[in-house]
T-cell receptor
Framework: GAGVSQSPRYKVTKRGQDVALRCDPI?????LYWYRQALGQGPEFLTY????????KSGLPNDRFSAERPEGSISTLTIQRTEQRDSAMYRC????????????FGEGSRLTVL | KNQVEQSPQSLIILEGKNCTLQ??????????LRWYKQDTGRGPVSLTI?????NTKSNGRYTATLDADTKQSSLHITASQLSDSASYIC????????????FGKGTSLLVTP
């Protein structure tokens, strides 16, 4: 695609529900990063992939969070049993090379947990 | 743990004035350092990317410096405009396996008339 696409753009869910956020990177981009940003706060790195391999998941807050990129393209970030503190903007970025070159960011998925 | 620290956390300046934002990091081994501008509600937009061998890089009124020895970078904004009001984020890439990204928490800049 022309850019990094994320869906849904907005998600409102009740506490305890599971949510899945999708990131469709620019075609051919090797690296894909997930991070989140609470309102008024700086970004918080979550995890990233090179191809289909998850390189670092140390930023995932707890075991309710998981991510996958099974075919090295589209990635899904899943949050199980959501809590109010999970409310944030979840952003995805991709780059053509591993850690090098321009990062292209998606518009983000705004998650609100009631 | 690799860290990226930005200062100040927030800054208010008058239109037309200059300002300098700081980014100190402990990321090692270092790959590159990026500065991004993020308008409220929008995704980050790249300002500069600097590698180990680059000391200064300019993009219009934005000039970034890098001292890889002291692990410090600065972003200097000249003749600020109201549209410069945004968050400025420093991102440092590590040469560790897979080239991890390390995000600073950003500096919030407000330019007032």
């Amino acid at each position: 695609g022309a850019g990094v696409s994320q869906s849904p753009r907005y998600k409102v869910t009740k506490r305890g529900q599971d949510v899945a956020l999708r990131c469709d990177p620019i075609s051919g981009h090797v690296s894909l990063y997930w991070y989140r940003q609470a309102l008024g706060q700086g970004p918080e790195f979550l995890t990233y992939f090179n191809y289909e391999a998850q390189q670092d998941k140390s930023g995932l807050p707890n075991d309710r969070f998981s991510a996958e990129r099974p075919e090295g393209s589209i990635s899904t970030l899943t949050i199980q049993r959501t809590e109010q503190r999970d409310s944030a903007m979840y952003r995805c970025a991709s780059s053509e090379g591993q850690g090098a070159g321009e990062l292209f960011f998606g518009e983000g998925s705004r998650l609100t947990v009631l | 743990k690799n860290q990226v620290e930005q200062s100040p956390q927030s800054l208010i300046i008058l239109e037309g004035k200059n300002c300098t934002l700081q980014c100190n990091y402990t990321v090692s081994p270092f790959s590159n350092l990026r500065w991004y501008k993020q308008d409220t509600g929008r995704g980050p937009v790249s300002l500069t990317i600097m590698t180990f061998s680059e000391n200064t890089k300019s993009n219009g009124r934005y000039t970034a410096t890098l001292d890889a020895d002291t692990k410090q970078s600065s972003l200097h904004i000249t003749a600020s405009q109201l549209s410069d009001s945004a968050s400025y984020i420093c991102v440092v890439s590590s040469l560790s396996t897979g080239y991890a990204l390390n995000f600073g928490k950003g500096t919030s800049l407000l330019v007032t008339p």
